[in-house]
Protein backbone atom coordinates (compact mmCIF):
# COMPACT_ATOMS: atom_id res chain seq x y z
CA UNK A 1 0.00 0.00 0.00
CA UNK A 2 1.24 3.82 -1.12
CA UNK A 3 1.50 5.88 1.77
CA UNK A 4 2.41 9.39 2.32
CA UNK A 5 4.16 11.34 4.65
CA UNK A 6 3.48 15.35 4.55
CA UNK A 7 6.20 18.02 5.99
CA UNK A 8 7.14 21.51 5.79
CA UNK A 9 4.02 23.65 6.51
CA UNK A 10 4.25 26.03 9.31
CA UNK A 11 2.99 29.53 10.46
CA UNK A 12 4.52 32.19 7.68
CA UNK A 13 3.84 36.07 7.31
CA UNK A 14 1.50 37.11 3.76
CA UNK A 15 4.22 37.30 1.11
CA UNK A 16 6.43 34.48 2.77
CA UNK A 17 7.80 31.01 1.45
CA UNK A 18 7.41 27.65 2.58
CA UNK A 19 8.78 24.21 1.00
CA UNK A 20 6.63 20.91 1.40
CA UNK A 21 7.70 17.61 1.00
CA UNK A 22 5.87 14.24 0.65
CA UNK A 23 7.45 11.25 1.11
CA UNK A 24 6.28 8.35 -0.52
CA UNK A 25 6.28 4.64 0.79
CA UNK A 26 5.90 3.28 -2.88
CA UNK A 27 6.59 3.93 -6.35
CA UNK A 28 3.63 6.19 -8.05
CA UNK A 29 3.12 8.18 -11.54
CA UNK A 30 1.46 10.96 -11.66
CA UNK A 31 1.55 12.89 -8.28
CA UNK A 32 -0.95 15.17 -7.10
CA UNK A 33 -0.72 18.44 -4.31
CA UNK A 34 -4.05 18.59 -2.93
CA UNK A 35 -5.23 21.03 0.25
CA UNK A 36 -8.72 21.59 2.22
CA UNK A 37 -8.85 24.67 3.78
CA UNK A 38 -11.68 25.19 7.09
CA UNK A 39 -14.98 24.41 6.04
CA UNK A 40 -13.97 23.42 2.38
CA UNK A 41 -13.33 20.57 0.37
CA UNK A 42 -10.36 19.12 -0.64
CA UNK A 43 -9.17 20.60 -4.03
CA UNK A 44 -6.31 19.48 -6.22
CA UNK A 45 -3.41 22.47 -6.31
CA UNK A 46 -0.83 20.94 -9.07
CA UNK A 47 0.11 17.73 -10.22
CA UNK A 48 3.10 16.63 -12.07
CA UNK A 49 3.86 13.86 -13.97
CA UNK A 50 6.44 10.60 -13.79
CA UNK A 51 8.66 12.92 -16.31
CA UNK A 52 8.25 16.15 -14.44
CA UNK A 53 5.71 17.96 -16.43
CA UNK A 54 3.64 20.01 -14.08
CA UNK A 55 0.36 21.58 -13.98
CA UNK A 56 -1.14 23.66 -11.52
CA UNK A 57 -4.70 24.93 -10.72
CA UNK A 58 -5.20 28.80 -11.75
CA UNK A 59 -5.23 29.94 -8.26
CA UNK A 60 -1.50 29.05 -7.16
CA UNK A 61 -0.35 29.65 -11.30
CA UNK A 62 2.82 31.38 -10.79
CA UNK A 63 3.33 31.31 -7.35
CA UNK A 64 3.80 27.63 -6.53
CA UNK A 65 6.04 25.07 -8.32
CA UNK A 66 5.61 21.18 -7.66
CA UNK A 67 8.73 19.11 -8.65
CA UNK A 68 9.73 15.20 -7.69
CA UNK A 69 12.97 13.67 -7.25
CA UNK A 70 12.10 10.31 -8.27
CA UNK A 71 14.61 8.81 -6.68
CA UNK A 72 14.06 9.37 -3.51
CA UNK A 73 10.26 8.98 -4.03
CA UNK A 74 9.91 12.33 -2.78
CA UNK A 75 7.17 15.06 -3.98
CA UNK A 76 7.61 19.05 -3.23
CA UNK A 77 5.82 21.77 -3.22
CA UNK A 78 7.48 25.11 -3.39
CA UNK A 79 5.06 27.63 -1.85
CA UNK A 80 5.58 31.40 -2.77
CA UNK A 81 3.81 34.77 -2.18
CA UNK A 82 2.13 32.91 -0.02
CA UNK A 83 -1.32 34.56 0.75
CA UNK A 84 -4.24 34.42 3.42
CA UNK A 85 -6.30 32.06 1.55
CA UNK A 86 -3.49 29.78 1.12
CA UNK A 87 -3.98 28.60 4.64
CA UNK A 88 -5.22 24.58 4.55
CA UNK A 89 -3.83 21.37 5.25
CA UNK A 90 -1.84 20.28 2.40
CA UNK A 91 -1.96 16.79 1.19
CA UNK A 92 -0.23 14.23 -1.34
CA UNK A 93 -1.60 11.64 -3.57
CA UNK A 94 -1.88 10.33 -6.51
CA UNK A 95 -2.46 13.33 -9.23
CA UNK A 96 -5.70 11.92 -10.60
CA UNK A 97 -8.34 10.91 -8.31
CA UNK A 98 -9.24 7.25 -10.13
CA UNK A 99 -5.45 6.61 -8.53
CA UNK A 100 -5.42 7.82 -5.17
CA UNK A 101 -4.46 5.75 -2.51
CA UNK A 102 -5.57 6.50 1.26
CA UNK A 103 -4.80 10.07 2.70
CA UNK A 104 -1.79 10.70 4.90
CA UNK A 105 -2.42 13.28 7.55
CA UNK A 106 -1.20 16.36 5.62
CA UNK A 107 0.80 19.38 6.83
CA UNK A 108 -0.68 22.64 7.95
CA UNK A 109 0.14 25.74 6.14
CA UNK A 110 -0.97 28.98 8.15
CA UNK A 111 -0.51 32.33 6.40
CA UNK A 112 -1.48 35.07 8.50
CA UNK A 113 0.57 38.36 9.93
Known amino acids: QVQFVESGGGLVQPGGSLRLSCAVS?????MGWYRQAPGKQRELVAR???????TYTDFVKGRFIISRDNAKNTVYLSLNNLKPEDTAVYYC??????????WGQGTQVFVSS
Open 93 to 102: NAGFLGQLSP
Open 26 to 30: GSIWS
Open 48 to 54: ITPGGSA
